[in-house]
């Protein structure tokens, strides 16, 4: 099993955009929106900035103008197999 550092420098993201895909996961799929995510406004802010991100690297699909979902290249990061 590979450590947290193996994972971050492997897959390049940080602990902010691992709790995205983290909470994500949890959605099994389904779109979700940056408040569905979290409802505290500096988490959003936070979520809003990095979010982008991800969909750069393919973690997430943005579908239509506010909704995300986990892709399935997310889907099989390591990190977030349980």
């Keep these: 099993m590979k450590t947290g550092k ?3 420098k492997q897959n390049n993201l940080n602990l902010i955009e691992v709790s995205i ?4 996961r949890k959605h099994r799929g389904r779109l979700v929106t940056v ?4 409802k505290n406004p500096e988490d959003q802010t936070l979520i809003h900035k990095y979010i982008d991100g991800l969909v750069k690297k393919e973690f997430v699909e943005k579908i239509g103008e506010d909704a995300y979902r986990l892709s399935v290249h997310g889907a099989k990061l390591e990190l977030l197999q349980a």
């Design 21 to 24: 895909l983290v909470n994500l």
């Design 35 to 38: 408040d569905l995510i979290s």
């Design 6 to 8: 193996e994972i971050k």
